[in-house]
């Protein structure tokens, strides 16, 4: 790497500090790690999504410091577990950012929580990248150092909406989310939309996650005249029950709905295989299979986790392929920008069509969000292999 006219000015000085004090001079940073504030929930309730980007996250790290880390500077993860608790996000971003001296945060990955932690993030003038879906995350004026690597709640329920009411034809419409800040803001966001689009909401509710019998809000549903289900929630538990009591109750409506539907965790949770059938949850088009193939991309990738020995049995390739990515990017950013926050923003603001494995990025200094709606997709969750999935009938190949 060429020496720079700064570098050779800053060695000059600690030379000259130390002959002038007899002290040895201090250590060059250069060797020292890039800490990486790394929030994720790895256990709790909502854990489901934390689970399998960790598993991109950590593998990703481990490949990066093992060919030589970033101009000779290895990646130091310092994780901090949320629990799927905002408490423990907040409190965990005091650490990382006044004590740890991260050079960025990157999470938390559950809205509930990134909800708590992105004011605090910001006012400590932190960079901060996270998957988070709700759509108030973003906003360049409160938090011009926040950058979403993933669609918005916007983008993500215009297409189950679509799914729903466009190509299934369903008009009537049950949207049921559990007590998080993600599933009642998915709710508060959705139901507006699908009446736009000229659906009939007949039901629409807020349940506890906890709650072991579902069977008198679906008989609610169905005594409504639903003839979809749309559920919102990360709770791989609450989503099964969903499944099961519909099942249960011999209900032959689709459920059409959050991404969790189709996780290895939801399935373990079924009381029967069927009762996967008829069921549609959000995904992405870079990681789906369309004739029978995924993409280039993603295709190589899932050779390279099993050369690896991940697990996909509990997981959603996308969950990894996200963890993957921001992995990907944070280097390629660390090696051409540098770890100074001012410049780790300048060169997000002007990054374009960036090809990770998940989806494509691009964002400037007015649009933070850099998610194309076209690579949002809705699948069939009971086509799941090596934690991908068909694109679900009615899209284009």
Not at 111 to 116: M, P, R
Not at 262 to 289: D, H, I, M
């Amino acid at each position: 790497m060429p020496i720079k006219r700064r570098q050779v000015l800053s060695g000059s000085a600690a030379g000259a500090v130390s002959l002038a004090t007899g002290l040895a001079a201090p250590a060059i940073a250069a060797n020292e790690p890039i800490k990486i504030g790394y929030l994720p929930a790895l256990t709790g309730p909502s854990s489901s999504t934390g689970v399998g980007m960790n598993r991109g996250t950590q593998l990703a790290v481990e490949e990066i410091n093992n060919a030589g880390g970033i101009n000779g500077r290895k990646l130091e993860l310092i994780s901090r577990d949320t629990q799927s608790d905002p408490t423990k996000a907040v409190n965990a971003v005091a650490e990382l950012t006044q004590r740890q001296k991260v050079a960025l945060i990157w999470g938390p990955v559950n809205s509930g929580e990134a909800l708590a932690a992105t004011p605090l993030i910001a006012r400590d003038k932190v960079p901060m990248l996270h998957p988070c879906w709700v759509d108030e995350l973003i906003d360049v004026k409160k938090y011009p150092m926040a950058f979403r690597i993933a669609p918005t709640n916007t983008q993500i329920g215009g297409g189950a909406n679509h799914y729903a009411v466009d190509v299934l034809k369903l008009k009537k419409v049950a949207v049921v989310s559990d007590t998080t800040g993600y599933g009642t803001a998915s709710v508060n966001t959705y139901v507006p939309m699908l009446k736009a689009k000229g659906a009939e909401v007949v039901y629409t509710n807020h349940i506890d996650a906890a709650n072991p019998d579902l069977k008198p809000e679906l008989l609610r549903m169905q005594n409504a005249g639903a003839q979809v289900i749309m559920p919102w929630s990360v709770n791989a538990g609450f989503l099964s029950r969903i499944c099961n009591t519909r099942g249960a109750m011999g209900w032959d409506v689709p459920i059409v709905g959050q991404t969790t539907l189709g996780s290895g965790q939801t399935k373990a949770l079924l009381e029967k295989p069927e009762y996967w059938n008829k069921v549609y949850s959000n995904n992405f088009r870079q990681v789906c299979y369309a004739n029978g193939k995924l993409p280039p991309r993603a295709a190589e990738y899932v050779e390279r986790l099993k050369k690896a020995k991940v697990e996909f049995g509990d997981t959603l390739l996308w969950w990894v392929a996200l963890g993957w990515d921001s992995m990907a990017l944070l280097t390629e950013t660390f090696k051409t920008a540098g770890t100074k926050p001012e410049d780790i923003v300048a060169y997000w603001n002007k990054l374009k069509n960036w090809p990770g494995i998940y989806g494509t990025i691009s964002w400037t200094p007015e649009q933070h969000n850099g998610f194309p709606d076209d690579e949002v997709v809705m699948c069939e969750v009971n086509s799941l292999k090596d934690g991908a999935f068909n694109i679900a009938p009615g899209y284009s190949s």
